[in-house]
């Protein structure tokens, strides 16, 4: 069975801070990746998707940035927080790239900027 | 584009009350999926359950009931006898069959359901 690691759980960054989360998956090859941030604990907002290694796709302009080093590890980082990037952030994996199969969600990573 | 809204911002019933949670959508596909998600206080979304287009058939899974129509592009979910357990927010998904191996699948914006005993 498929298993999403994150890491870390909770995170406090002052503002202008890097920033690095990690997504790892098990049980499963060539996953369609995904991050997603959601923000005052409703609505998810899609940031970035992958399809391979080192195919990143970004859905929104921000100073986040995703990397796919490897099949099964996905990573969204910045250089430098802002306020605004607070939230809670979900990984999630598509198995198999169909789009009649349902995501699977990480536990996410509960990130505040002060 | 396809478009899920969810209009219930929030629902507050009283433990063993029914509740529907509404789903609505927009697409021009004629193949799609439609998904409901529970995100409990713990944060991680959980799959409930999936439905094709062309399987209008309604679903029963203990307390909870699906009512697909596609003549009125909803996906409603109903919980029978709710209990405290139920309160989280739900969401509903849809997904277009995609091309290139890509996916994007579009969530409504959730709705909070809180069951007081």
């Known amino acids: 069975s498929q298993t999403i690691h994150q890491w870390p759980a909770t995170l406090v960054q002052p503002v202008g801070s890097p920033l690095s989360l990690e997504c790892t998956v098990e049980?499963?090859?060539?996953?369609?990746l995904y991050w997603y941030r959601q923000a005052a604990g409703r609505g998810l907002q899609l940031l970035f998707y992958?399809?391979?290694?080192?195919?990143i796709s970004s859905e929104v302009p921000q100073n986040l940035s995703a990397s796919r080093p490897q099949d099964r590890q996905f990573i969204l980082s910045s250089k430098k927080l802002l306020l605004s990037d607070s939230g809670f952030y979900l990984c999630?994996?598509?198995?198999?790239?169909?789009?009649?199969?349902?995501?699977?969600f990480g536990p996410g990573t509960r990130l505040t900027v002060l | 584009a396809q478009k899920v809204t969810q209009a219930q911002t929030e629902i507050s019933v009283v433990e063993k009350e029914d509740v529907t949670l509404d789903c609505v959508y927009e697409t021009r596909d004629t193949t799609y999926y439609l998904f409901w998600y529970k995100q409990p206080p713990s944060g991680e979304l959980v799959f409930l359950i999936r439905r094709n287009s062309f399987d209008e058939q309604n679903e029963i899974s203990g307390r909870y009931s699906w009512n697909f129509q596609k003549s009125t592009s909803s996906f409603n979910f109903t919980i029978t006898a709710s209990q405290v357990v139920d309160s989280a927010v739900y969401f509903c998904a849809l997904s277009e069959v995609g091309s290139g191996g890509s996916y994007i699948p579009t969530f409504g914006r959730g709705t909070s359901l809180i069951v007081h005993p």
């Open positions: 999630a994996i598509l198995s198999g790239g169909n789009s009649y199969n349902e995501q699977f």
């Open positions: 049980g499963t090859s060539n996953p369609n």
């Open positions: 992958s399809v391979g290694i080192g195919q």
